[in-house]
């Protein structure tokens, strides 16, 4: 195991034989309840905070970056760069059972790529089936992997995500195997789960967005990493904070990509 990774006390062993066999073949894994109630409201205050500061500038760190496709969506509302917004935001990329995960997924040598928020507004959300690399993948050698902590209940009538399940094992992205991908897939399954959740997704396996029928934003943060040999879609080194690195462990700054300028 990764030294540092080590350090944090992460281990396969943090996963059921169960949950390691569901995460390799299903491609998506719910770990249940990771965030305490007492964390949830300070998460969600800490949010809506940060939209009262920044306004409609919310999310501005997501349109300098190249890496990411849908910077910008109508029908849902945008943070990005949480790393630097708050220690209530260190756990999304610190817990030793998520990378535990992460690492089933892309092997012991990954970063964070970005930690941003995503809200699925009233009567939107719908997104395509997608998957979160450009092209197919050939013998499991996966390059990113997303996890998504929930802020609020997930459940059909709120735009939970979708995913179908195996996707990540096939040759065919969901352009080149559907009519139209913002149909329903007859194999998808919605999300069910409770706010505190954490759902990691192998982000080879083809998901999305469903309509939020609500009259509430339907709340997510996903902390998304990638092969550590890969460009983030935050450049920590570009957005990076003396007061973050004053904050946070030599590991973590590690999982960042910023072990070489500590």
């Known amino acids: 195991m990764n030294e540092f990774l080590q350090r944090m006390d992460v281990s ?10 569901l995460l390799r073949i299903n491609g998506y894994l719910n770990l249940g309840k990771l965030l305490s109630d007492d964390s949830l409201i300070e998460i969600r205050q800490r949010v809506d905070e940060i939209l009262e500061e920044e306004g409609e500038n919310a999310g501005a760190e997501l349109m300098q970056s190249p890496s990411i496709r849908h910077p910008k969506e ?22 030793p059972k998520v990378l535990a995960a992460i690492s089933m997924v892309l092997g012991e040598q ?62 065919a992205l969901p352009a080149e195997a559907m009519d139209d991908p913002m149909d329903s897939h007859p194999d998808e399954k919605i999300i069910v789960a409770e ?10 396996t083809w998901h999305g967005g469903t309509t939020n029928h609500t009259a509430q934003p339907r709340r997510a943060i996903h902390s998304y990493f990638c092969k550590r040999d890969q460009v983030q879609q935050t450049n920590q080194r570009q957005f990076i904070r003396k007061g973050t690195l004053e904050r946070i462990s030599t590991e973590a700054a590690y999982l960042l990509g910023l072990k070489e300028v500590l």
């Open 74 to 95: 109508s029908g849902a509302t945008r943070i990005g760069d949480l790393v630097n917004k708050g220690a209530a935001f260190d756990i999304f990329y610190t817990h």
């Open 12 to 21: 396969s062993d943090l996963l059921t034989k169960e949950e390691q066999q």
């Open 195 to 204: 706010a505190g959740s954490v759902v990691i997704f192998n982000s080879h």
């Open 110 to 171: 990954f970063k964070l790529s970005s930690l941003n928020y995503r809200a699925a507004l009233p009567g939107a959300g719908l997104q395509k089936l997608h998957v979160d690399w450009p092209e197919s993948i050939q013998n499991t050698d996966f390059m990113v992997c997303n996890s998504i902590w929930l802020l609020d209940d997930f459940f059909k009538e709120n735009g939970a995500t979708r995913v179908v399940p195996g996707t990540h094992l096939q040759s």
